[in-house]
């Protein structure tokens, strides 16, 4: 795309095709996203502000040389091109928790036409932890509740937190070099996870964190009123010990942690069902037959996590939504 195109592509060309529409058209404006995965999540943030007065059209920043990724949407996007009838939506990242420590995070925080997910990533909403059970119903078609996901993310989270403030700590230093997000996440990889004793999975996390912290102290010893500050910040900002688990790398997340884990439960959720079929069945047919209905009926465990939307009834979605909500009041 030249540049010319693209500078003609702002929300100046927007607003003036809105005040071409008929009295009777609906406005429109366009909502660009970091990649195809986000389109259908920002449908869901913004269909609902959606009436006989407005529409949103939610698209990749580019529709000619197909370019992705938040930085895309961020340096084409920002500044004098979003405006009332153009906005840009993108995964927090760490941005929201850098405070405008950085140049990215500054653009993401200080346009009122920049809205952001608050939690990591949209990963991060679909592994919301109440919701999880749904998810394992969707895949197996058995309500049995044999796991508690929302207890066992907040001893995960709680694990975690103590090294989670070291992490943005080093990120609103600059020092990620020394203290990466791939360093974070490998320490607090729950690997061998049992769902009869996840117990041993929260202990290993534990274990692990603390020998981390321990050599970040000895790296860092005067940095204890730094991190009891922060510490205190992220909890304004809306992350406790309970909640860490939505502020980690989303991909991560969704991959490492929370995929394995439904899977191992809704394998049992499977096998506990396809036993109840076996020993109910009357004879052979009907054995045969109701198991390649079931069978036939089963979903794949990461398309279901995908599709989860029960993250609208966390917080960080309200705010998002109150974010929106303000955004359309001020531009009416």
């Known amino acids: 795309?030249?540049?010319?195109?693209?500078?003609?592509?702002?929300?100046?060309?927007?607003?003036?095709?809105?005040?071409?529409?008929?009295?009777k058209a609906r406005r429109r404006i366009v909502a660009y996203v970091e990649s195809y995965d986000d389109i259908y999540f920002w449908r869901t943030v913004l269909g609902v502000f959606e009436n006989e007065e407005r529409y949103f059209e939610v698209m990749l920043p580019s529709k000619v040389n197909l370019t992705r990724g938040k930085k895309s949407v961020l340096m084409n996007f920002v500044g004098e091109h979003v405006g009332p009838d153009m906005?840009?939506?993108?995964?927090a990242d760490y941005d929201y928790l850098l405070q405008g420590v950085t140049p990215q995070s500054k653009r993401v925080l200080g346009s009122p036409y920049v809205f952001h997910t608050y939690v990591y990533a949209i990963?991060?909403?679909?592994?919301?932890?109440?919701?999880?059970?749904d998810v394992c119903v969707a895949?197996?078609?058995?309500?049995?509740r044999i796991f508690d996901f929302q207890d066992y993310f907040r001893q995960f989270s709680e694990a975690c937190f103590p090294l989670f403030v070291w992490s943005v700590w080093a990120y609103r230093k600059g020092y990620h070099n020394r203290f990466s997000l791939t360093d974070f996440n490998r320490v607090t990889d729950p690997g061998g996870f049992s769902v009869?004793?996840?117990?041993?999975?929260?202990?290993?996390?534990?274990?692990?964190?603390?020998?981390?912290?321990?050599?970040?102290?000895?790296?860092?010893?005067?940095?204890?009123e730094n991190y009891?500050?922060?510490?205190?910040?992220?909890?304004?900002?809306?992350?406790?010990?309970?909640?860490?688990?939505?502020?980690?790398?989303?991909?991560?997340?969704?991959?490492?942690?929370?995929?394995?884990?439904?899977?191992?439960?809704?394998?049992?959720?499977?096998?506990?069902?396809?036993?109840?079929?076996?020993?109910?069945?009357?004879?052979?047919?009907?054995?045969?037959?109701?198991?390649?209905?079931y069978e036939n009926s089963l979903q794949d465990v990461k398309a279901m996590l995908k599709k989860n939307n029960g993250y609208v009834m966390s917080?960080?979605?309200?705010r998002l939504q109150d974010d929106v909500r303000r955004y359309l009041d001020k531009s009416l």
Do not use: W
């Open 228 to 293: 009891l500050k922060l510490k205190d910040e992220l909890k304004a900002l809306g992350v406790t010990p309970q909640t860490t688990y939505l502020y980690m790398q989303g991909h991560h997340l969704f991959d490492t942690v929370v995929a394995p884990i439904l899977t191992k439960v809704c394998n049992l959720l499977r096998q506990e069902r396809q036993n109840e079929i076996y020993h109910s069945a009357a004879h052979k047919t009907q054995k045969r037959n109701e198991m390649s209905c």
């Open 139 to 144: 895949v197996t078609l058995n309500d049995h």
């Open 315 to 318: 917080e960080q979605f309200r």
């Open 87 to 91: 906005i840009a939506c993108v995964d």
């Open 123 to 133: 990963e991060n909403y679909q592994c919301f932890a109440p919701s999880l059970h």
């Open 196 to 224: 009869q004793s996840p117990e041993q999975s929260i202990a290993n996390i534990r274990r692990k964190v603390q020998t981390k912290v321990r050599e970040l102290q000895r790296q860092y010893p005067d940095n204890k």
């Open 1 to 23: 795309m030249s540049q010319r195109l693209r500078d003609n592509i702002d929300s100046r060309y927007f607003e003036a095709a809105n005040a071409l529409r008929s009295k």
